[in-house]
Protein backbone atom coordinates (compact mmCIF):
# COMPACT_ATOMS: atom_id res chain seq x y z
CA UNK A 1 0.00 0.00 0.00
CA UNK A 2 1.00 3.41 -0.70
CA UNK A 3 1.19 5.67 1.79
CA UNK A 4 -1.01 9.01 2.00
CA UNK A 5 2.28 11.34 2.13
CA UNK A 6 3.90 9.36 -1.06
CA UNK A 7 0.68 9.68 -2.86
CA UNK A 8 0.45 13.40 -2.25
CA UNK A 9 3.90 13.73 -3.60
CA UNK A 10 3.06 11.27 -6.84
CA UNK A 11 -0.20 13.32 -7.34
CA UNK A 12 2.13 16.54 -7.09
CA UNK A 13 4.93 15.53 -9.19
CA UNK A 14 2.19 14.77 -11.75
CA UNK A 15 0.34 18.34 -11.69
CA UNK A 16 3.86 19.99 -12.46
CA UNK A 17 4.61 17.70 -15.68
CA UNK A 18 0.77 18.59 -16.80
CA UNK A 19 1.92 22.44 -16.23
CA UNK A 20 4.97 22.40 -17.61
CA UNK A 21 3.79 20.86 -20.74
CA UNK A 22 0.75 22.78 -21.28
CA UNK A 23 3.17 26.45 -20.64
CA UNK A 24 5.42 24.77 -23.67
CA UNK A 25 3.18 23.91 -25.95
CA UNK A 26 1.39 27.29 -25.83
CA UNK A 27 4.09 29.35 -25.76
CA UNK A 28 5.77 27.74 -28.36
CA UNK A 29 2.87 28.53 -30.72
CA UNK A 30 2.64 32.23 -29.35
CA UNK A 31 5.94 32.29 -30.62
CA UNK A 32 5.09 30.79 -34.08
CA UNK A 33 2.45 32.99 -34.46
CA UNK A 34 3.98 36.44 -34.35
CA UNK A 35 4.42 37.96 -37.07
CA UNK A 36 6.80 39.98 -38.94
CA UNK A 37 5.62 43.34 -38.22
CA UNK A 38 5.25 42.53 -34.81
CA UNK A 39 9.27 42.26 -34.13
CA UNK A 40 10.72 45.10 -32.75
CA UNK A 41 12.55 47.13 -35.63
CA UNK A 42 16.04 47.78 -35.00
CA UNK A 43 16.57 51.35 -33.11
CA UNK A 44 18.90 53.22 -35.87
CA UNK A 45 20.86 56.20 -33.27
CA UNK A 46 24.03 56.42 -35.28
CA UNK A 47 23.44 55.79 -38.67
CA UNK A 48 26.75 55.70 -40.62
CA UNK A 49 24.66 54.60 -43.70
CA UNK A 50 21.36 53.70 -44.50
CA UNK A 51 19.63 50.08 -43.65
CA UNK A 52 19.55 48.73 -47.36
CA UNK A 53 16.13 46.66 -48.50
CA UNK A 54 16.73 43.28 -48.71
CA UNK A 55 16.87 41.60 -51.85
CA UNK A 56 13.06 39.87 -51.54
CA UNK A 57 10.40 39.68 -55.03
CA UNK A 58 7.54 40.83 -53.40
CA UNK A 59 4.01 38.85 -53.49
CA UNK A 60 1.29 39.46 -55.30
CA UNK A 61 -0.44 40.24 -52.15
CA UNK A 62 2.10 42.14 -51.18
CA UNK A 63 2.59 44.19 -54.57
CA UNK A 64 -1.22 45.45 -54.17
CA UNK A 65 -1.27 46.47 -50.67
CA UNK A 66 -0.96 50.05 -49.91
CA UNK A 67 0.82 50.81 -46.83
CA UNK A 68 -1.34 53.10 -44.47
CA UNK A 69 -0.06 55.23 -40.93
CA UNK A 70 -1.12 54.41 -38.07
CA UNK A 71 -4.16 55.83 -36.94
CA UNK A 72 -4.10 58.48 -34.82
CA UNK A 73 -6.11 57.39 -31.65
CA UNK A 74 -3.46 54.14 -31.73
CA UNK A 75 -0.43 56.80 -31.93
CA UNK A 76 -1.36 58.90 -29.18
CA UNK A 77 -2.15 56.13 -27.05
CA UNK A 78 1.55 54.94 -27.63
CA UNK A 79 2.87 57.92 -26.65
CA UNK A 80 0.69 59.45 -23.79
CA UNK A 81 3.34 59.27 -21.54
CA UNK A 82 6.08 60.94 -23.60
CA UNK A 83 7.30 64.50 -23.48
CA UNK A 84 6.65 66.97 -26.37
CA UNK A 85 7.50 66.62 -29.77
CA UNK A 86 5.55 63.61 -30.04
CA UNK A 87 7.59 60.59 -30.83
CA UNK A 88 6.53 59.67 -34.46
CA UNK A 89 5.99 55.71 -34.90
CA UNK A 90 7.97 54.62 -37.83
CA UNK A 91 5.03 53.51 -40.55
CA UNK A 92 6.35 49.57 -41.47
CA UNK A 93 7.01 49.39 -45.80
CA UNK A 94 6.91 46.15 -47.79
CA UNK A 95 10.22 45.57 -50.14
CA UNK A 96 9.54 46.88 -53.32
CA UNK A 97 12.47 45.86 -55.39
CA UNK A 98 10.87 49.00 -58.20
CA UNK A 99 11.77 51.67 -55.15
CA UNK A 100 15.42 49.56 -54.15
CA UNK A 101 16.04 50.22 -58.53
CA UNK A 102 15.06 53.69 -58.04
CA UNK A 103 17.38 54.11 -55.14
CA UNK A 104 20.00 52.55 -57.33
CA UNK A 105 19.71 55.12 -60.15
CA UNK A 106 19.87 57.85 -57.53
CA UNK A 107 22.89 56.62 -56.22
CA UNK A 108 24.17 56.37 -60.13
CA UNK A 109 23.15 59.89 -60.73
CA UNK A 110 24.95 61.12 -57.40
CA UNK A 111 28.49 59.26 -58.53
CA UNK A 112 28.11 60.89 -62.23
CA UNK A 113 27.82 64.35 -60.17
CA UNK A 114 30.22 63.82 -58.02
CA UNK A 115 32.93 61.97 -60.42
CA UNK A 116 32.48 65.04 -63.08
CA UNK A 117 33.76 67.32 -60.02
CA UNK A 118 36.68 65.04 -58.92
CA UNK A 119 38.09 64.79 -63.01
CA UNK A 120 37.12 68.59 -63.92
CA UNK A 121 36.73 70.80 -60.88
CA UNK A 122 38.99 69.06 -57.45
CA UNK A 123 39.68 71.91 -55.23
CA UNK A 124 36.82 74.40 -56.44
CA UNK A 125 33.48 75.20 -54.80
CA UNK A 126 31.18 73.80 -57.69
CA UNK A 127 31.68 72.18 -60.95
CA UNK A 128 30.81 73.80 -64.68
CA UNK A 129 29.82 71.05 -66.20
CA UNK A 130 29.01 71.90 -69.55
CA UNK A 131 32.63 73.54 -69.60
CA UNK A 132 34.37 71.20 -67.88
CA UNK A 133 36.03 73.47 -65.07
CA UNK A 134 35.89 74.82 -61.27
CA UNK A 135 33.99 77.80 -60.26
CA UNK A 136 34.21 79.36 -57.21
CA UNK A 137 32.26 81.98 -55.58
CA UNK A 138 34.94 83.69 -53.88
CA UNK A 139 38.77 84.26 -54.51
CA UNK A 140 39.15 81.37 -52.51
CA UNK A 141 37.13 78.03 -52.78
CA UNK A 142 35.47 76.78 -49.34
CA UNK A 143 35.40 73.37 -51.07
CA UNK A 144 31.00 73.93 -51.21
CA UNK A 145 30.55 70.37 -53.43
CA UNK A 146 32.65 68.28 -50.85
CA UNK A 147 31.25 69.75 -47.51
CA UNK A 148 27.62 70.03 -49.38
CA UNK A 149 27.76 65.73 -50.82
CA UNK A 150 29.72 64.16 -47.33
CA UNK A 151 26.60 63.26 -45.42
CA UNK A 152 24.63 62.37 -48.90
CA UNK A 153 27.51 59.63 -49.68
CA UNK A 154 27.68 58.39 -46.60
CA UNK A 155 23.73 58.10 -46.81
CA UNK A 156 24.06 56.23 -49.77
CA UNK A 157 26.65 53.78 -48.35
CA UNK A 158 28.80 55.30 -50.94
CA UNK A 159 32.35 54.91 -48.64
CA UNK A 160 34.64 55.33 -51.47
CA UNK A 161 33.34 58.85 -52.52
CA UNK A 162 32.74 60.10 -49.43
CA UNK A 163 36.43 59.06 -48.20
CA UNK A 164 37.62 61.18 -51.20
CA UNK A 165 35.59 64.33 -49.59
CA UNK A 166 36.44 64.15 -46.42
CA UNK A 167 40.15 63.57 -47.66
CA UNK A 168 39.87 66.60 -49.46
CA UNK A 169 37.96 68.79 -46.81
CA UNK A 170 40.45 67.60 -44.06
CA UNK A 171 43.51 68.50 -45.69
CA UNK A 172 42.34 71.29 -47.68
CA UNK A 173 39.53 73.15 -45.90
CA UNK A 174 40.99 76.39 -43.99
CA UNK A 175 39.17 79.35 -42.62
CA UNK A 176 42.28 82.15 -42.03
CA UNK A 177 41.82 83.49 -45.54
CA UNK A 178 41.12 86.89 -46.67
CA UNK A 179 37.47 86.59 -48.05
CA UNK A 180 34.13 88.23 -47.23
CA UNK A 181 31.71 85.50 -46.62
CA UNK A 182 27.90 86.02 -46.17
CA UNK A 183 27.35 84.31 -42.45
CA UNK A 184 23.77 82.96 -43.31
CA UNK A 185 25.28 80.47 -46.54
CA UNK A 186 28.82 79.82 -44.62
CA UNK A 187 26.41 78.61 -41.49
CA UNK A 188 24.01 76.49 -43.63
CA UNK A 189 26.14 74.97 -46.03
CA UNK A 190 29.51 75.12 -44.26
CA UNK A 191 28.87 74.50 -40.54
CA UNK A 192 26.49 72.56 -41.07
CA UNK A 193 28.16 70.36 -43.38
CA UNK A 194 30.76 69.81 -41.04
CA UNK A 195 28.37 69.61 -37.93
CA UNK A 196 26.28 66.71 -40.26
CA UNK A 197 30.01 64.87 -40.97
CA UNK A 198 30.62 64.99 -37.34
CA UNK A 199 26.99 63.13 -36.81
CA UNK A 200 27.75 60.92 -39.61
CA UNK A 201 31.42 59.08 -38.36
CA UNK A 202 32.04 60.92 -34.91
CA UNK A 203 35.48 61.95 -36.11
CA UNK A 204 36.60 64.82 -34.14
CA UNK A 205 38.39 66.64 -36.62
CA UNK A 206 34.85 67.95 -37.82
CA UNK A 207 34.51 69.31 -34.55
CA UNK A 208 37.72 71.31 -34.67
CA UNK A 209 37.03 72.73 -37.66
CA UNK A 210 33.74 73.48 -36.57
CA UNK A 211 34.88 75.30 -33.92
CA UNK A 212 36.88 77.11 -35.56
CA UNK A 213 34.50 78.50 -38.40
CA UNK A 214 32.11 79.02 -35.21
CA UNK A 215 34.21 81.27 -33.09
CA UNK A 216 34.88 83.65 -36.61
CA UNK A 217 30.83 83.48 -36.85
CA UNK A 218 30.17 84.66 -33.60
CA UNK A 219 31.68 88.12 -34.80
CA UNK A 220 29.25 89.07 -36.67
CA UNK A 221 26.97 89.34 -33.74
CA UNK A 222 29.24 92.05 -32.64
CA UNK A 223 26.18 94.36 -32.99
CA UNK A 224 24.41 96.75 -30.48
CA UNK A 225 21.56 94.42 -29.79
CA UNK A 226 23.54 91.20 -30.73
CA UNK A 227 21.77 91.26 -34.20
CA UNK A 228 24.27 89.83 -36.74
CA UNK A 229 25.68 91.27 -39.63
CA UNK A 230 25.57 89.03 -42.63
CA UNK A 231 28.95 89.94 -44.31
CA UNK A 232 31.93 89.23 -42.48
CA UNK A 233 35.71 89.26 -43.21
CA UNK A 234 36.70 85.33 -41.98
CA UNK A 235 40.03 85.95 -41.62
CA UNK A 236 40.36 89.49 -39.21
CA UNK A 237 36.39 89.44 -38.27
CA UNK A 238 35.98 92.28 -39.49
CA UNK A 239 32.41 93.49 -40.45
CA UNK A 240 30.93 95.18 -43.41
CA UNK A 241 29.04 98.80 -42.76
CA UNK A 242 25.46 97.32 -43.50
CA UNK A 243 22.81 98.03 -41.13
CA UNK A 244 19.86 96.38 -43.16
CA UNK A 245 19.13 92.90 -41.42
CA UNK A 246 17.14 89.90 -42.96
CA UNK A 247 14.79 87.50 -41.56
CA UNK A 248 16.23 84.46 -43.34
CA UNK A 249 19.82 85.24 -42.85
CA UNK A 250 19.58 86.03 -38.79
CA UNK A 251 16.81 83.72 -37.84
CA UNK A 252 18.63 80.98 -39.97
CA UNK A 253 21.53 79.68 -37.83
CA UNK A 254 19.88 78.48 -34.74
CA UNK A 255 20.23 74.87 -35.47
CA UNK A 256 24.28 74.69 -36.15
CA UNK A 257 24.79 77.23 -33.00
CA UNK A 258 22.91 74.91 -30.70
CA UNK A 259 24.04 71.26 -31.89
CA UNK A 260 28.01 73.15 -31.43
CA UNK A 261 27.23 74.03 -28.53
CA UNK A 262 25.90 70.87 -27.14
CA UNK A 263 29.11 68.71 -28.80
CA UNK A 264 31.23 70.99 -27.25
CA UNK A 265 29.81 71.82 -24.30
CA UNK A 266 30.06 75.42 -24.83
CA UNK A 267 26.50 77.39 -24.94
CA UNK A 268 28.26 80.69 -26.03
CA UNK A 269 27.01 79.48 -30.03
CA UNK A 270 23.73 78.82 -28.85
CA UNK A 271 23.22 81.95 -26.46
CA UNK A 272 24.19 83.82 -29.43
CA UNK A 273 22.02 82.49 -31.90
CA UNK A 274 19.11 82.49 -29.50
CA UNK A 275 19.27 85.73 -28.21
CA UNK A 276 18.88 87.24 -31.83
CA UNK A 277 15.34 85.49 -31.98
CA UNK A 278 14.74 86.76 -28.37
CA UNK A 279 15.21 90.62 -30.00
CA UNK A 280 13.54 90.00 -33.18
CA UNK A 281 10.00 88.75 -31.25
CA UNK A 282 10.88 91.45 -29.06
CA UNK A 283 10.32 94.27 -31.91
CA UNK A 284 7.35 96.37 -32.55
CA UNK A 285 5.20 95.10 -35.76
CA UNK A 286 1.71 94.92 -36.90
CA UNK A 287 1.34 91.04 -36.78
CA UNK A 288 1.98 88.94 -34.05
CA UNK A 289 2.61 85.99 -35.77
CA UNK A 290 4.41 87.34 -39.37
CA UNK A 291 7.55 88.75 -39.09
CA UNK A 292 8.19 91.53 -41.60
CA UNK A 293 11.64 90.40 -43.66
CA UNK A 294 13.66 93.41 -43.57
CA UNK A 295 14.82 95.17 -39.92
CA UNK A 296 17.42 97.40 -38.85
CA UNK A 297 20.33 96.06 -37.12
CA UNK A 298 21.58 99.11 -35.15
CA UNK A 299 18.29 100.00 -34.40
CA UNK A 300 16.53 96.67 -33.39
CA UNK A 301 13.23 97.89 -35.20
CA UNK A 302 11.24 96.43 -38.45
CA UNK A 303 11.60 98.20 -41.65
CA UNK A 304 8.80 100.00 -42.94
CA UNK A 305 6.54 99.73 -45.25
CA UNK A 306 6.60 96.18 -43.88
CA UNK A 307 7.41 93.35 -46.59
CA UNK A 308 6.40 89.97 -45.25
CA UNK A 309 6.57 86.47 -46.93
CA UNK A 310 7.80 82.27 -46.93
CA UNK A 311 9.73 82.45 -49.49
CA UNK A 312 12.82 84.23 -50.38
CA UNK A 313 14.21 86.41 -47.67
CA UNK A 314 12.55 84.93 -44.97
CA UNK A 315 11.34 81.13 -45.70
CA UNK A 316 13.83 79.13 -43.53
CA UNK A 317 13.09 81.10 -40.28
CA UNK A 318 9.47 79.59 -39.93
CA UNK A 319 11.25 76.05 -40.81
CA UNK A 320 13.97 76.63 -38.16
CA UNK A 321 11.27 77.34 -35.62
CA UNK A 322 9.73 74.36 -36.06
CA UNK A 323 12.69 72.00 -36.41
CA UNK A 324 14.42 73.73 -33.36
CA UNK A 325 11.20 72.99 -31.58
CA UNK A 326 11.53 69.48 -32.68
CA UNK A 327 15.34 68.98 -31.97
CA UNK A 328 15.06 69.98 -28.82
CA UNK A 329 11.63 70.42 -27.18
CA UNK A 330 11.97 73.83 -26.71
CA UNK A 331 8.83 75.59 -25.81
CA UNK A 332 9.52 78.67 -26.83
CA UNK A 333 9.85 78.18 -30.39
CA UNK A 334 6.88 76.20 -30.45
CA UNK A 335 5.02 78.74 -29.45
CA UNK A 336 5.67 81.63 -32.03
CA UNK A 337 5.47 78.62 -34.90
CA UNK A 338 2.33 78.55 -33.63
CA UNK A 339 1.80 81.95 -34.34
CA UNK A 340 2.86 81.51 -37.14
CA UNK A 341 -0.04 79.53 -37.79
CA UNK A 342 -2.38 81.88 -36.77
CA UNK A 343 -1.38 84.73 -38.90
CA UNK A 344 -0.16 82.22 -41.72
CA UNK A 345 -3.54 82.89 -43.90
CA UNK A 346 -2.32 86.41 -45.01
CA UNK A 347 0.42 84.80 -46.91
CA UNK A 348 -1.36 82.52 -48.62
CA UNK A 349 -3.36 82.60 -52.15
CA UNK A 350 -5.41 80.11 -53.66
CA UNK A 351 -6.39 80.27 -57.23
CA UNK A 352 -10.07 81.01 -58.51
CA UNK A 353 -11.40 76.83 -58.69
CA UNK A 354 -9.30 76.70 -54.81
CA UNK A 355 -7.07 74.07 -56.64
CA UNK A 356 -4.04 75.30 -55.90
CA UNK A 357 -2.33 77.19 -53.22
CA UNK A 358 0.76 78.88 -52.53
CA UNK A 359 2.53 81.58 -50.52
CA UNK A 360 3.46 84.85 -51.88
CA UNK A 361 6.68 86.39 -52.35
CA UNK A 362 7.92 90.11 -52.32
CA UNK A 363 8.45 91.95 -55.08
CA UNK A 364 6.23 89.62 -57.04
CA UNK A 365 2.74 90.08 -57.38
CA UNK A 366 0.46 88.40 -55.70
CA UNK A 367 -0.75 85.99 -58.26
CA UNK A 368 3.12 84.52 -58.54
CA UNK A 369 5.00 82.46 -56.77
CA UNK A 370 8.72 81.53 -56.28
CA UNK A 371 10.27 78.06 -56.40
CA UNK A 372 11.98 78.86 -52.99
CA UNK A 373 8.89 78.62 -51.25
CA UNK A 374 7.86 75.17 -52.43
CA UNK A 375 9.44 74.33 -49.38
CA UNK A 376 6.73 75.34 -47.01
CA UNK A 377 4.19 72.02 -48.19
CA UNK A 378 6.29 69.73 -46.57
CA UNK A 379 6.73 72.47 -43.60
CA UNK A 380 3.85 72.72 -42.70
CA UNK A 381 2.68 68.91 -43.23
CA UNK A 382 5.83 67.85 -41.04
CA UNK A 383 4.40 70.14 -38.63
CA UNK A 384 0.51 69.23 -38.80
CA UNK A 385 1.72 66.15 -37.79
CA UNK A 386 3.75 66.61 -34.73
CA UNK A 387 1.68 69.54 -33.50
CA UNK A 388 -1.54 68.37 -33.28
CA UNK A 389 -3.00 66.05 -30.68
CA UNK A 390 -6.14 64.71 -33.11
CA UNK A 391 -6.67 64.30 -36.33
CA UNK A 392 -3.48 65.30 -38.08
CA UNK A 393 -4.08 64.42 -41.42
CA UNK A 394 -7.32 66.22 -41.70
CA UNK A 395 -6.00 69.65 -40.20
CA UNK A 396 -6.37 72.86 -42.28
CA UNK A 397 -2.80 73.11 -41.77
CA UNK A 398 -2.03 69.85 -43.11
CA UNK A 399 -4.13 70.00 -46.08
CA UNK A 400 -3.19 73.28 -46.81
CA UNK A 401 0.44 71.96 -47.02
CA UNK A 402 -0.83 69.02 -49.53
CA UNK A 403 -1.74 71.77 -51.76
CA UNK A 404 0.81 73.73 -51.55
CA UNK A 405 2.94 70.36 -52.91
CA UNK A 406 -0.01 69.71 -55.27
CA UNK A 407 0.44 73.06 -56.85
CA UNK A 408 4.52 73.20 -57.00
CA UNK A 409 4.55 70.05 -58.24
CA UNK A 410 1.77 70.68 -61.11
CA UNK A 411 4.23 73.91 -62.42
CA UNK A 412 6.63 70.60 -63.30
CA UNK A 413 4.24 68.55 -65.38
CA UNK A 414 3.06 72.19 -67.73
CA UNK A 415 6.71 73.10 -68.31
CA UNK A 416 8.22 71.55 -71.53
CA UNK A 417 10.87 70.29 -69.80
CA UNK A 418 9.22 68.77 -66.70
CA UNK A 419 11.14 70.28 -64.18
CA UNK A 420 9.49 73.39 -62.50
CA UNK A 421 10.47 77.21 -63.37
CA UNK A 422 11.50 79.70 -60.91
CA UNK A 423 8.72 81.84 -61.14
CA UNK A 424 5.33 80.34 -61.68
CA UNK A 425 1.58 81.49 -62.36
CA UNK A 426 -0.46 80.60 -59.15
CA UNK A 427 -3.96 80.51 -61.11
CA UNK A 428 -3.00 78.31 -63.87
CA UNK A 429 0.37 76.40 -62.33
CA UNK A 430 2.02 77.39 -65.51
CA UNK A 431 5.76 78.70 -64.97
CA UNK A 432 6.72 81.93 -66.06
CA UNK A 433 10.26 81.88 -67.46
CA UNK A 434 10.90 77.74 -67.72
CA UNK A 435 14.59 77.91 -66.07
CA UNK A 436 15.35 75.42 -63.11
CA UNK A 437 18.42 75.87 -60.95
CA UNK A 438 18.46 72.28 -60.01
CA UNK A 439 16.40 73.48 -56.82
CA UNK A 440 15.32 71.12 -54.27
CA UNK A 441 12.39 72.38 -52.40
CA UNK A 442 9.76 70.73 -54.08
CA UNK A 443 11.11 67.12 -54.26
CA UNK A 444 11.92 68.18 -50.61
CA UNK A 445 7.90 67.72 -49.66
CA UNK A 446 7.53 64.80 -51.76
CA UNK A 447 9.64 63.52 -49.35
CA UNK A 448 7.89 64.58 -45.96
CA UNK A 449 4.13 64.26 -47.69
CA UNK A 450 5.31 60.61 -48.77
CA UNK A 451 6.92 59.84 -44.82
CA UNK A 452 3.92 60.89 -44.06
CA UNK A 453 0.74 59.72 -45.73
CA UNK A 454 2.56 56.75 -48.04
CA UNK A 455 0.42 58.31 -50.59
CA UNK A 456 2.29 55.98 -53.71
CA UNK A 457 1.80 59.32 -55.73
CA UNK A 458 4.37 61.05 -54.57
CA UNK A 459 6.76 58.71 -55.15
CA UNK A 460 5.55 58.42 -58.98
CA UNK A 461 6.26 62.39 -59.17
CA UNK A 462 9.86 61.95 -57.81
CA UNK A 463 10.39 59.19 -60.31
CA UNK A 464 9.11 61.67 -62.87
CA UNK A 465 11.31 64.54 -61.56
CA UNK A 466 14.36 61.90 -61.64
CA UNK A 467 13.72 61.27 -65.70
CA UNK A 468 13.42 64.86 -66.33
CA UNK A 469 16.71 65.51 -65.27
CA UNK A 470 18.31 62.86 -66.84
CA UNK A 471 16.60 63.68 -69.82
CA UNK A 472 17.43 67.70 -69.49
CA UNK A 473 19.99 68.63 -67.48
CA UNK A 474 22.62 65.37 -67.66
CA UNK A 475 25.76 65.61 -70.00
CA UNK A 476 28.79 64.15 -69.97
CA UNK A 477 30.14 65.73 -66.88
CA UNK A 478 27.83 66.18 -64.58
CA UNK A 479 24.45 68.31 -63.92
CA UNK A 480 23.77 71.84 -65.05
CA UNK A 481 20.91 73.99 -64.84
CA UNK A 482 18.28 75.24 -67.47
CA UNK A 483 18.68 79.12 -67.91
CA UNK A 484 19.82 80.27 -65.20
CA UNK A 485 23.25 81.73 -63.96
CA UNK A 486 25.70 80.70 -62.75
CA UNK A 487 25.46 77.80 -65.29
CA UNK A 488 27.20 75.29 -62.70
CA UNK A 489 26.47 72.44 -60.81
CA UNK A 490 25.30 73.94 -57.80
CA UNK A 491 26.44 72.12 -54.40
CA UNK A 492 23.22 72.01 -52.88
CA UNK A 493 22.52 69.66 -55.73
CA UNK A 494 23.81 66.87 -54.07
CA UNK A 495 23.23 67.99 -50.39
CA UNK A 496 19.71 68.33 -51.04
CA UNK A 497 17.91 67.43 -54.37
CA UNK A 498 19.55 64.14 -55.13
CA UNK A 499 19.41 63.47 -50.90
CA UNK A 500 15.47 63.39 -50.87
CA UNK A 501 14.84 61.97 -53.89
CA UNK A 502 17.16 59.29 -52.63
CA UNK A 503 15.69 58.96 -49.26
CA UNK A 504 11.77 59.41 -51.20
CA UNK A 505 12.73 55.75 -52.09
CA UNK A 506 14.21 54.31 -48.83
CA UNK A 507 11.79 52.89 -45.82
CA UNK A 508 11.09 54.52 -43.03
CA UNK A 509 14.06 53.04 -40.93
CA UNK A 510 16.76 55.12 -43.42
CA UNK A 511 17.00 58.58 -41.15
CA UNK A 512 13.89 58.24 -39.16
CA UNK A 513 12.10 61.37 -38.67
CA UNK A 514 11.75 60.94 -34.43
CA UNK A 515 15.36 60.96 -34.62
CA UNK A 516 16.60 63.41 -37.22
CA UNK A 517 16.19 66.98 -38.60
CA UNK A 518 17.48 68.41 -41.78
CA UNK A 519 19.10 71.96 -41.85
CA UNK A 520 18.01 74.31 -44.38
CA UNK A 521 20.60 73.11 -46.76
CA UNK A 522 20.01 69.60 -46.38
CA UNK A 523 22.54 68.81 -43.52
CA UNK A 524 21.44 66.06 -41.05
CA UNK A 525 21.48 66.85 -37.39
CA UNK A 526 20.64 64.28 -34.63
CA UNK A 527 17.52 65.10 -32.29
CA UNK A 528 18.66 65.06 -28.37
CA UNK A 529 18.63 61.86 -27.44
CA UNK A 530 19.50 60.13 -30.37
CA UNK A 531 22.43 60.01 -32.45
CA UNK A 532 26.03 61.94 -31.45
CA UNK A 533 23.58 63.57 -28.85
CA UNK A 534 22.49 60.23 -27.19
CA UNK A 535 22.58 61.66 -23.40
CA UNK A 536 21.74 64.75 -24.13
CA UNK A 537 18.47 66.09 -22.73
CA UNK A 538 15.92 68.07 -24.12
CA UNK A 539 14.60 71.15 -22.15
Known amino acids: MISKKLYRYIRLAILVIIVYLTVTIVFKKDLTSISHSQIPSVDYTALKKPARPQEVQPTEKQTNQKAEAIPL ?66 STSLLLTPIDAYDTLMIMGLKKQAQQAKQLLLKNLNFDVDIKISVFEVTIRVLGGLLSAYEQDGDMRWIELAKDLGNRLLKAFKTPYGLPVDELHLQTGAVEPNSRGMLAQAGSLQLEFEYLSDITNDPTYKTAAMHVWEVLHGMDRPVKGILPIYFDIDTSRFNSPYEYGISA ?164 AGYHPLSHTPNVQMSFFLAETLKYLYLLFSDDSTLPLDKFVFNTEGHLFSRKGFGRRTGRKSY
Open 73 to 138: DKFLKQNKTQQKPITHQKTPTKIDNAQTKRQEKVKEMILHAWEGYMQYAKGYDELDSQRKSGYNWL
Open 313 to 476: GADSYYEYLLKYWLSTGDKKSKKWYDQFLLDLKMLVRYSNDGKRAWTTTPGQTESTFHHLGCFSGGMLALGAYYTNRTHWNTSTEFQLGQKITDTCYESYTQSSTGLGGERVEGETGRPLVESYALRPETVESLFYLWRLTKDQKYREWGWNIVQSLETNCRDE
